[in-house]
C-alpha cells in the first residue's frame, strides 16, 4: 500500500503471494508436502501485450501527479499496468477517505474511467440479517471492516467483512439477508475432492486465490489458477467435479 502526499517518493509495495503446485499426485493427506508460497508471476499475452502489477514508483510522472491531484493522503493499493498494441494505461484501485475507487489513466494521466467499488460502514450500518450473519460468523473474533456494495449480478447492496481469528485474516461475502455468498478459505480448509481436483489442474502453475462459494444452495470451491502467464477460474464441487470454468 501505498500513501500519496507530498511525493511518490515513500512506497512499499506488497506483491500477491500465490500457491505453486509441485506435484500431480497430491492428497488430502500431503497439502505440506507438495505446497509452496512464492510470487506471483506477471502476465503476458499474444503480440506483446502486457497485463502486470507494478510499483508506483514505475508509473509515468504524469499519471502519479494525476493521482496526488485526487487528494491528499490517497492510498494506493493496487497498480496494473495494461499494454495493449503498443499503448499503455494503468488501472489503479486505490482508498479516498471511506471509498474504495477504481481509476484508469492513460500515459500523459487523463482519466479514461472512474468507478467506485465499495464504502466502508460501520457495523450498525448493515442489514440486520446480515449483521448477525457477521457477528456469528466471527463468534467474538475481531471485525477489521466492513465494506459494503452494489453486486451489479444481484442488483442489491452485498456486504463484505474482514474478520481476524486467532488462527488467519479472511473476508466474507453476504447479501443483505445474511445468505453466504463466498467466503475466502485456504488449502487445508477444502473437502479431499475438491482439493485433488485443484492440485491437479493447477499442475505447473500457481492457484493465487481460492473461495467458497454458495450458489443454489451447493457448495463450490473456485480457484483462480496461474499456468504459463496465463489466468483462468476453475470452480468444483466437494467431490472435485467441474462446476465452471471460465478461461481467457
Known sequence: MAVLGASLSVVLVCVPCAVSVASPCATADDH??????????????????????????????????????????????????????????????????????????????????????????????????????????????AILEIRMEIEEDLGEVVYEADIRNTARTYALRIDARGTLIERDITMDMLPPGAYRALVRAAQGGSIVELDEELHGGQLSYEANIVIGGVEFELSVDADGNVVELNTP
Open 32 to 141: 505440506g508436502s507438495t505446497l509452496i508460497r512464492e510470487p506471483m508471476d506477471s502476465t503476458a499475452g499474444a503480440l506483446g501485450d502486457i497485463e502486470r502489477l507494478i510499483a508506483v514508483e514505475e508509473l509515468p510522472a504524469s499519471v502519479g501527479a494525476a493521482l496526488m491531484r485526487l487528494g491528499k493522503g490517497v492510498e494506493i493499493l493496487q497498480v496494473e499496468e495494461n499494454i495493449d498494441g503498443g499503448v499503455a494505461t494503468y488501472e489503479v484501485d486505490l482508498l479516498l477517505a471511506d471509498t474504495y475507487v477504481e481509476v484508469e489513466l492513460d500515459d500523459q494521466g487523463n482519466v479514461l474511467a472512474r468507478e467506485i467499488e465499495a464504502w466502508i460502514v460501520p457495523l450498525s450500518w448493515v442489514a440486520e440479517p446480515a449483521r448477525r450473519a457477521i457477528e456469528g460468523e466471527a463468534a467474538g473474533a
